[in-house]
């Protein structure tokens, strides 16, 4: 039991939903619910791809004051984790200029293609340790820069809805990493980078770690006795390292896989992992909670098959998931595989369209563009994933001299038996169902680490202090 037994809140922005849960303690006995949820996804506008901002943030204040009318006995921490790489641009009061470009929009290409004609890609890397990708926030970054943007302050958008109710504005260490910005070794923003690429790093908020607290909750939602005396807290903001924070494994001998939208497959490790063959194979180098290091590879992950599903549904076929998998089960194995990490792949719109062309690329059988088609093109997607993992784990294997026998697999997308099952097979691992909802899990587990334990949040102290609450809260 924690000294004070206050309520946690936790909010999880998700690309397809956000959630605002609640951790409560009855009878001694931790118990964590959803008491909201809002759909999510970026939205086309004249200029590009955008985030509905407005929409959620007046959505978690919502689950905000849902959780209020909860808790007699009042809350005690908020904190919020979400995806990465994605900001807001601020004016001098702190309020949002626009709605944040989605890292999906295809102005990041522009950016990187033109920023990589002035900074080499290898030296970047050597900075950074961070995968090139076009969707980092330093890409964005630059793609504000050609567009004629002035420079502005910037937070994340776990860090602006913090800051939004009253937090220090601040960049959270695990978040900071994944703009391609941040010193591997400093863990700092680099000079080097930012003065090349013509990027203001007066506008970058002070880095801090996961843990970090930030201050009271101010404003209206204040005004509800709930939240007389609530803390701020910056939890691991990027939402895969909140919930590899939730896994409540010992030992050094498994990996794992935040299944979602995307797959994030790799290890834990003490120090950055950046040799020749890591930044040959794009792997990354996330920071962790308590001084760890993720060190894994973006893999593409259930994006393939909800895309699928969208496409469908324009031609009036809606399966549930349960359905599709059954029918799935049922296929053959395919005889050519997917490359899922296929860049066409990560776009968004007519996906069976987008499978077929790279199926016909490699001389294999293309299936019809049509619902009857559902159950093997579900079937190729799920072992093709399977096979992709398994790739990366030896790789994750070779790099960190680990022998790697487990791997949990985290969020929504541990709940499909079926990719599990095909996971194990090419694997040869043992296969660890965590929570889907392992990001709350690591948020509540984050707070409880800062509100109750005496350990620097920066110190791998601290990180045992989570891995203590996480094993109370699985």
Same mark, same amino acid.
């Given at each position: ?15 397809? /939903? ?6 409560? #303690? ?18 086309? *506008? ?31 921490? !908020?904190?919020?984790?979400? #995806? ?104 700092? #923003?680099? &000079? ?14 002070? !880095?801090?770690?996961?843990? +970090? ?40 001998? #498994?990996?794992?896989? /935040?299944?979602?939208?995307? /797959?994030? %497959? ?17 792997? +990354? ?12 590879? =973006? ?18 076929? +809606? ?27 990560? &776009? ?5 369209? &987008? !499978? ?39 790789? %994750? ?45 690591? =948020? ?18 601290? *990180? ?11």
């Amino acid at each position: 039991m924690p000294k004070d037994t206050r309520a946690l809140v936790a909010v999880d922005l998700g690309a397809e /939903s956000c959630r605002v849960s609640l951790l409560r #303690w009855v009878d001694g006995v931790p118990q964590h619910t959803l008491v909201h949820r809002i759909a999510n996804g970026p939205v086309q *506008r004249e200029d590009g791809l955008h985030w509905p901002l407005e929409q959620i943030v007046q959505g978690m204040e919502e689950g905000l004051r849902k959780a209020a009318e909860l808790v007699p006995e009042g809350i005690r921490s !908020i904190a919020v984790d979400g #995806w990465a790489v994605d900001y807001v641009r601020l004016d001098r009061k702190g309020e949002p200029l626009a709605e944040p470009f989605c890292y999906r929009d295809p102005r990041n290409e522009a950016a990187e293609r033109a920023l990589h004609a002035k900074l080499s890609p290898l030296r970047m890397r050597e900075i950074t340790g961070i995968q090139q990708m076009p969707l980092n926030t330093l890409y964005q970054l630059y793609a504000d820069k050609l567009a004629g943007l002035p420079p502005q302050r910037w937070l994340n958008l776990p860090e602006y809805l913090l800051a939004r109710w009253g937090a220090e504005p601040v960049a959270e260490f695990t978040n900071a990493t994944h703009t391609q910005l941040v010193e591997t070794h400093s863990h700092q #923003w680099s &000079r080097e980078i930012f003065r090349d690429a013509g990027l203001s790093i007066e506008c970058a908020p002070r !880095i801090v770690p996961p843990g +970090t607290l930030l201050g009271k909750l101010h404003g209206p939602l204040a005004s509800l006795s709930a939240y007389a005396d609530t803390e701020l807290i910056a939890p691991a903001c990027h939402d895969t390292a909140s919930a590899i924070a939730g896994i409540a494994a010992g030992g050094d001998d #498994w990996a794992y896989i /935040s299944s979602g939208t995307w /797959s994030l %497959v790799g290890a834990l490790t003490l120090e950055a992992v950046n040799g020749p063959t890591a930044r040959a194979e794009n792997f +990354t180098n996330l920071g962790g909670v308590g001084g760890t290091n993720c060190f894994h590879k =973006n893999v593409n992950g259930m994006w393939l098959l909800k895309q699928c599903q969208d496409a469908w549904a324009q031609q009036g076929y +809606t399966p549930h998931i349960a359905e599709l998998l059954a029918a799935a089960e049922r296929e053959p194995a395919p005889a050519v595989l997917l490359d899922v990490d296929d860049p066409d792949l990560m &776009r968004m719109g007519e996906m069976p369209r &987008r !499978i077929n062309r790279q199926l016909a690329a490699r001389g294999a059988a293309t299936l019809p563009e049509t619902p009857e088609s559902a159950a093997p093109l579900t079937s190729l997607i799920l072992h093709s994933l399977a096979a992709r993992y398994a790739q990366v784990l030896r790789v %994750v294997a070779e790099e960190t001299g680990k022998d790697l026998r487990r791997v949990f697999i985290v969020g929504g997308g541990c709940q499909n038996q079926l990719l599990n099952r095909l996971t194990a097979q090419a694997t040869g691992m043992q296969v660890c169902c965590g929570s889907p909802e392992s990001s709350t899990l690591g =948020n509540f587990a984050v707070q409880f680490a800062t509100l109750e334990g005496e350990a620097s949040a920066s110190s791998l102290a601290f *990180r045992d202090e989570v891995y203590h609450w996480a094993s109370r809260l699985a």
